[in-house]
């Protein structure tokens, strides 16, 4: 198992911004593409955000132009940037390292983030 290390999470008012960070190793972290997935209780897991090796980004629709993903290739992180956060928002959210060479997938042990009105 590869261990990614979640930070960030907690508790902020509609409207407003919380960061999320994830720490990976650096070996796995250079051929990984990274990704924010979220949960709510008995809902499946779905997609929030990735950042490619390359840089490059995806977003799902309910959160483009209000969550930025970001990865630090010197510092082995990825970041996630929300802000007008909306009472919806609220779940756990984890951060997700997919190693593509190897088909292999590695989470966090996940953070609550709960928005209140």
């Known amino acids: 198992q590869v261990p990614l290390v979640e930070s960030g999470g907690g508790l902020v008012q509609a409207g407003g911004s919380l960061r999320l960070s994830c720490a990976v190793s650096?070996?796995?972290?250079?051929?990984?593409?990274m990704g924010w997935y979220r949960q709510a209780p008995g809902k499946q897991r779905e997609l929030v955000a990735v950042?490619?090796?390359?840089?490059?980004?995806s977003y799902t629709d309910s959160v483009k132009g209000r969550f930025t993903i970001s990865r630090d290739n010197a510092k082995n992180t990825v970041s996630l940037q929300m802000n007008s956060l909306k009472i919806e928002d609220t779940v756990v959210y984890y951060c997700?390292?997919?190693?593509?060479?190897?088909?292999?997938?590695?989470w966090g042990q996940g953070t609550q983030v709960t928005v209140s009105s």
């Open positions: 997700n390292a997919y190693v593509m060479i190897l088909s292999a997938a590695y």
């Open positions: 650096g070996s796995v972290f250079k051929l990984s593409r």
């Open positions: 950042v490619n090796t390359d840089g490059t980004t």
